[in-house]
């Protein structure tokens, strides 16, 4: 990716919807004393998401934004240009975003996603992956291009399906790893 230059951090913006339990552990990384990344802002399409509650904690600009329409996603893309954003972590983010959008962007998206894709795209990984009897599940963060949950992947990790798991209990696990699985990753997309 070759965005670092000189001292100079990588400003990233993060996408969420809901809890924002990612988007905390990137706020963790981003505050240790080798982050390559500052967070400038945060962005979300619902402006209940518990998550917009560590924009006030950590002072860190949030905007909501309803992305319904091409109007709305131009808004937004006039916001990040506007905060000089070199990278977008979604995480948790339940809206789609156009094809238009990913291009303005392109290569400079990133998601985690619950399961070890290609397997379980989408939604419900947790119980599709138990309902399947795997031995394994797990998560993976990727590039984002225009197909769901399809781009080039970056980086995952396994997690073990136990016999009395359900899916909260394996998403409780596969969280924990994931808050490990998102700053290497984008310290990996960093150096290609
Ligand atoms: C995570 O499991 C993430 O992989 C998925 O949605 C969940 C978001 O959790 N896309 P949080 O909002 O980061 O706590």
Redesign the pocket.
């Known amino acids: 990716m070759a965005l670092l230059t000189g001292s100079n951090k990588i400003h990233i913006a993060v996408f ?10 990137l706020i963790k990384f981003s505050k240790l004393k080798k982050s390559p990344i500052m967070i400038k802002m945060i962005i979300s399409n619902n402006y209940k ?3 917009l509650q560590y924009a006030d904690i950590y002072k860190i600009k949030k905007k909501v934004f309803d992305f319904k329409n091409t109007l709305s996603e131009k808004k937004v893309i006039n916001e990040l240009k506007k905060n000089d954003i070199h990278l977008i972590c ?5 809206k789609i975003l156009s094809k238009s959008f990913i291009k303005n962007f392109k290569g400079k998206i990133l ?4 399961s070890l894709l290609p397997k379980y795209k989408g939604l419900n990984t947790h119980e599709r992956a138990i309902n399947n009897k795997d031995k394994y599940s797990g ?1 993976t963060v990727h590039f984002v291009n225009s197909k769901l949950d399809s781009g080039d992947i970056i980086n995952q990790k396994k997690v073990r399906i136990k016999k009395l798991d359900n899916p909260k209990t394996l ?1 409780k696990r ?2 924990i790893q ?1 808050h490990k699985l998102y700053p290497a990753a984008i310290i990996k997309a960093l150096s290609l």
Request: glycine residues 14%; charged residues 10%.
């Open positions: 969420i919807s809901g809890t924002g339990s990612n988007l905390k552990s998401a518990k998550g979604l995480a948790g983010f339940m998601n985690i996603h619950p998560c998403a596969i969280l994931e």
